[in-house]
T-cell receptor
């Protein structure tokens, strides 16, 4: 039972355009969400997060949107740059308990020049 | 400040062999985690340690054991490796005040 789902294994976007990565979750107890970026042969690195009390969080070119009623979040990258080419993982956590993260399957983003 | 370090980077084992993956962090974090990454599966939690002296099972603990040696070090042991344990293993740490986890560079393990 996949509690966090990224239904698009890959996404290709032209440099300078907007990249939109999507993530759905099923567990209504999740109340904190994170996006991680992973380059080949490296560990994931934290990108941006959002608490369930917010519906938007922005950090430079990166914005995360949360729709709690739809159990859906998205990551927007504007403008997309070649260095953004990586695998992006969505993750979720419950506030109560051990703060374990549950990850989605990942989306491979390719930015084309 | 090295962050999270893992050894070895690569390892090839034969079925039935044992090995220990080492992880250390120098950020004084309380919590440490072991994940495996398989194609199309994302990262799945194997074991975690919320604090020194405690360990708990994650989503896929079968075939693994862990030791939280001290606050810095958290090792993962495969007692009898199986081909299904071929994967990339990541260690992560987390301060108790944030949800953000910091990951090591990973160990690529192949079991033949």
């Amino acid at each position: 039972d996949q509690q966090v789902k990224q239904n698009s294994p890959s996404l290709s976007v032209q440099e300078g355009r907007i990249s939109i990565l999507n993530c759905d979750y099923t567990n209504s107890m999740f109340d904190y969400f994170l996006w991680y970026k992973k380059y080949p042969a490296e560990g994931p690195t934290f990108l941006i997060s959002i608490s369930s009390i917010k519906d938007k969080n922005e950090d430079g070119r990166f914005t995360v949107f949360l729709n709690k009623s739809a159990k859906h979040l998205s990551l927007h990258i504007v403008p997309s740059q070649p260095g953004d080419s990586a695998v992006y993982f969505c993750a979720a956590s419950e506030i109560q308990g051990a703060q374990k993260l549950v990850f989605g399957q990942g989306t491979r983003l390719t930015i084309n020049p | 400040n090295a962050g999270v370090t893992q050894t070895p980077k690569f390892q090839v084992l034969k079925t039935g062999q044992s090995m220990t993956l080492q992880c250390a962090q120098d950020m004084n974090h309380n919590s440490m985690y072991w994940y495996r990454q398989d194609p199309g599966m994302g990262l799945r939690l194997i074991y975690y340690s919320a604090s020194e002296g405690t360990t708990d099972k994650g989503e896929v603990p079968n075939g693994y054991n862990v030791s939280r040696l001290n606050k810095r070090e958290f090792s993962l042991r495969l007692e009898s490796a199986a081909p299904s344990q071929t994967s990339v293993y990541f260690c992560a740490s987390q301060t108790g005040n944030s949800y953000e986890q910091y990951f090591g560079p990973g160990t690529r393990l192949t079991v033949t």
